[in-house]
């Protein structure tokens, strides 16, 4: 099964910068498309943004438009967050999440899921 494992979350101030990584190991990444999601407390977790294996697909939640970016480095096993602009609003526990051969906005689209990363934003 492949792996996954979220780094790069902290405590920033509002408008900062952050960027957060995903690495997946065990079987092979290959024909995976990814997603980022998060969960505040207290509410559901929700869909951030997601790419396709190729990275020809990209979609990101409204909220997010504009302030963060997906990306993903096959060769290196890799997905990345890229946020700016951060609100005390974005602040929430982020997940990685891979669904081999599928695309999708939801979380059940995804079957392999990270432990998770905290990111706040302090205003």
């Known amino acids: 099964q492949v792996q996954l494992a979220e780094s790069g979350g902290e405590v920033v101030q509002a408008g900062d910068s952050l960027r957060l990584s995903c690495t997946a190991s065990g079987r092979p990444f290959s024909g995976y498309s990814m997603g980022w999601f998060r969960q505040a407390p207290g509410k559901e977790r929700e869909f951030v943004a997601a790419?396709?294996?190729?990275?020809?697909?990209?979609s990101y939640a409204d909220s997010v438009k504009g302030r963060f970016t997906i990306s993903r480095d096959n060769a290196k096993n890799a997905v990345y967050l890229q946020m700016i602009s951060l609100k005390p609003e974005d602040t929430a526990v982020y997940y990685c999440a891979g669904a081999r051969g599928k695309y999708g906005l939801n979380v059940y689209d995804y079957d392999r899921w990270g432990q998770g990363t905290q990111v706040t934003v302090s205003s």
């Open positions: 790419i396709s294996w190729g990275g020809s697909r990209i």
